[in-house]
């Protein structure tokens, strides 16, 4: 059964009840991942230990090509932040959900009085502000430990890359559960979605070294217009522009056309059956 045909009557009447419900509901998701040594090890060690890792291989030399020079750490840290974006909102929370899904818990809850929009919507939320603060504490190591400061103008138009992006990747994670029918299954499908993408949208690999029919393919995806869209803040000079407007319409798109397939997709029910 769909999202919509769970959640729809019961979002049309949200009551101050149902919103305290989503509060306390993140909260409880959150304390679970704080709680959890392995979730605090792929939600933020694991960014940060590459952000530290390529910046030491790669050093601080100049990164220059196709319209772009910039410091290699600055450079790092405007990628592997969509690297823990996508980690985060998508990877993490797809595998959260088919593993909830599949031992029953996602229908033993939906069973109960909570309104069925309110688990869905915490999920949602969780994931969120975790990639949030997770992109806000690898560009403040990214600030202290390698100079990559980010003017006072363009603050803006980096947190909306931020909250675009999450959003966008939290709608994938909830359609990519749909895809996959075990919990074994789940974190092959989830790597083999986003693995090549790093390595084709220059968050691994510098952009400019990347062969120009695979850039072709890379910008067909949405992971090389969040890296673009959080570098160009990061990055800009006096009198340009910080908000990459392009990249961040390609997300919205993309948020919309997740969105669409996790309500056509989504199951409350165990499928490994």
């Known amino acids: 059964m769909s999202v919509a045909a769970l959640t729809l009557d019961d979002m049309a009447r949200p009551s101050p009840s149902a919103?305290?419900?989503?509060?306390?509901?993140?909260?409880?998701?959150?304390?679970?991942?704080?709680?959890?040594?392995?979730?605090?090890?792929?939600?933020?060690a694991m960014p940060l230990g590459f952000l530290i890792l390529f910046c030491a291989i790669f050093g601080n030399g100049m990164i220059t090509g196709d319209g772009l020079s910039v410091h290699a750490s600055t450079y790092y840290?405007?990628?592997?932040?969509?690297?823990?974006?996508?980690?985060?909102?998508?990877?993490?929370?797809?595998?959260?959900l088919v593993d909830l899904r599949e031992a029953g818990i996602l229908r033993r809850r939906q069973a109960t009085p909570q309104p069925s929009w309110v688990i869905v919507s915490s999920r949602a939320l969780t994931a969120t502000l975790?990639?949030?603060?997770?992109?806000?504490?690898l560009l403040g190591v990214g600030r202290l430990a390698y100079g990559a400061s980010v003017p006072i103008g363009s603050?803006?138009?980096?947190?909306?890359?931020?909250?675009?992006?999450?959003?966008?990747?939290?709608?994938?994670?909830?359609?990519?559960?749909g895809f996959v029918r075990s919990?074994?299954?789940?974190?092959?499908?989830?790597?083999?979605?986003?693995m090549p993408l790093f390595f084709i949208s220059g968050v691994f690999i510098p952009w400019v070294i990347i062969p120009h029919w695979l850039q072709h393919v890379a910008v067909v995806f949405p992971v090389r217009h969040l890296a673009s869209a959080l570098l160009s803040p990061i990055t800009?000079?006096?009198?340009?522009?910080?908000?990459?407007?392009?990249?961040?319409?390609?997300?919205?798109?993309?948020?919309?056309?997740?969105?669409?397939v996790a309500v056509r997709t989504f199951s409350w029910a165990p499928r490994d059956l």
């Open 77 to 96: 840290v405007a990628n592997l932040t969509a690297f823990g974006i996508v980690d985060v909102a998508c990877m993490s929370l797809a595998v959260g």
């Open 183 to 194: 919990v074994q299954a789940t974190q092959p499908v989830v790597m083999s979605v986003t």
């Open 19 to 44: 919103w305290k419900l989503v509060r306390h509901q993140v909260r409880f998701d959150m304390l679970s991942l704080v709680r959890n040594p392995q979730a605090r090890f792929f939600t933020l």
């Open 236 to 260: 800009t000079h006096a009198g340009a522009s910080p908000w990459n407007i392009s990249d961040l319409a390609v997300l919205a798109a993309w948020a919309l056309g997740s969105f669409l």
């Open 130 to 137: 975790t990639s949030v603060v997770t992109g806000v504490v």
């Open 155 to 177: 603050v803006p138009a980096l947190a909306v890359a931020v909250a675009v992006g999450s959003v966008m990747f939290c709608c994938l994670g909830f359609a990519l559960t």
